[in-house]
Nanobody, 123 residues
Framework: QLQLVESGGGLVQAGGSLRLSCAASGRTFSSYTMGWFRQAPGKEREFVAAISRSGGTSYYADSVKGRFTISRDNAKNTVYLEMNSLKPEDTADYYC????????????????WGRGTQVTVSS
């Protein structure tokens, strides 16, 4: 079972950038689709992005498409979320999660959640 630890969150002004990292323990990281989700105060958790095992395929929520980029380094057991042109509505706790061995981006396919990292975007 993968254990996931997110980092890289913080306070940034609108229009700024942040890079989130998610470090995974275990030797099976490269076997799984990985995803990023977020949860804003008072709202349900929502899907942000996912990346396939090899990193060759990615998928984004419409709200972040063109601004966020998900990537992974299987040698480092790490998945990243590069966030550019940040908006106040991007403010949330961001979580990475392990998906399935197959390409399945339905939220129910994700488990083994990290504890999250907080992102605050000021206007």
């Amino acid at each position: 079972q993968l254990q996931l630890v997110e980092s890289g969150g913080g306070l940034v002004q609108a229009g700024g950038s942040l890079r989130l990292s998610c470090a995974a323990s275990g030797r099976t990281f490269s076997s799984y689709t990985m995803g990023w989700f977020r949860q804003a105060p008072g709202k349900e958790r929502e899907f942000v992005a996912a990346i396939s095992r090899s990193g060759g395929t990615s998928y984004y929520a419409d709200s972040v498409k063109g601004r966020f980029t998900i990537s992974r380094d299987n040698a480092k057991n790490t998945v990243y979320l590069e966030m550019n042109s940040l908006k106040p509505e991007d403010t949330a706790d961001y979580y990475c999660a392990r998906g399935m061995r197959s390409w399945d981006i339905h939220p129910r396919a994700f488990g083994s959640w990290g504890r999250g990292t907080q992102v605050t975007v000021s206007s």
